[in-house]
């Protein structure tokens, strides 16, 4: 089965607090490629990183930093310094071999000033 | 710029109607997706279409049917709407076989009432 897992429904903290947000996924491909979007209120997902089953290594792009883990199927997004412009719902996604892009049910982010 | 295009914005429908939710994308992507987003169901898929004529279903195709006559081109169809199918769609589209992010749309809230 492909499935991805978003445990955490909501997250509350405080601008300045760091903020991670995890990501199971479930595949039997060997190649495969994990997904994050964040959907602000405004509604439109917005593409944050791709990570493909192949590279390991973590990355960063400003506050933002992603922990690729195959040993435990995780793919975890982590904020730094949160804003309350991070405050919106993000999607951790899986797309299989044959195209198809499973989504986790999302975490809601809400950052208070 | 890229873009994915839904025909409306938000809709209301009487029970039993049959309902065309269009999408439009304008970066020659071969794959096509339609979801329906719920709140603590994340985004589920319906149909997904890798080609024009070409159509898979998803997790959740019961009461929808699709057509993909031209490749920039994806209608949703809802035969006869029903109020559990009110819901927030989204469209999205992807290069076959890239593996990279899908383009979403703003989505269409459907009310059927």
């Known amino acids: 089965a492909q499935k991805v897992t978003q445990a955490q429904t909501e997250i509350s903290v405080v601008e300045k607090e760091d903020v991670t947000l995890d990501c199971v996924y479930e595949?039997?491909?060997?190649?495969?490629?994990l997904f994050w979007y964040k959907q602000p209120p405004s509604g439109e997902l917005v593409f944050l990183i791709r990570?493909?089953?192949?590279?390991?290594q973590n990355e960063i792009s400003g506050r933002y930093s992603w922990n690729f883990q195959k040993s435990t199927s995780s793919f975890n997004f982590t904020i730094t310094a949160s804003q309350v412009v991070d405050s919106a719902v993000y999607f951790c996604?899986?797309?299989?071999?044959?195209?198809?892009?499973?989504f986790g049910t999302g975490t809601r982010l809400q950052v208070f000033p | 710029d890229v873009k994915v295009t839904q025909s409306s914005r938000y809709l209301v429908k009487r029970t039993g109607e049959k309902v065309f939710l269009e999408c439009v994308q304008d970066?020659?992507?071969?794959?096509m997706f339609w979801y329906r987003q719920d709140p603590g169901l994340g985004l589920r898929l319906i149909y997904f279409?890798?080609?024009?004529?070409?159509?898979e279903k998803g997790d959740i195709p019961e009461g929808y049917s699709v057509s993909r006559e031209k490749k920039e081109r994806f209608s949703l169809i809802l035969e006869s709407a029903s109020t559990n199918q009110t819901s927030m769609y989204l469209c999205?589209?992807?290069?076959?076989?890239?593996?990279?992010?899908?383009?979403f749309g703003q989505g269409t809230r459907l009310t059927v009432v």
């Open positions: 990570r493909n089953s192949f590279d390991e």
């Open positions: 996604a899986l797309l299989t071999n044959t195209d198809k892009l499973i």
């Open positions: 279409s890798y080609d024009v004529k070409m159509k």
């Open positions: 970066m020659d992507h071969e794959n």
């Open positions: 999205a589209s992807s290069a076959r076989l890239a593996h990279t992010e899908a383009f």
């Open positions: 595949t039997r491909d060997t190649t495969y490629y």
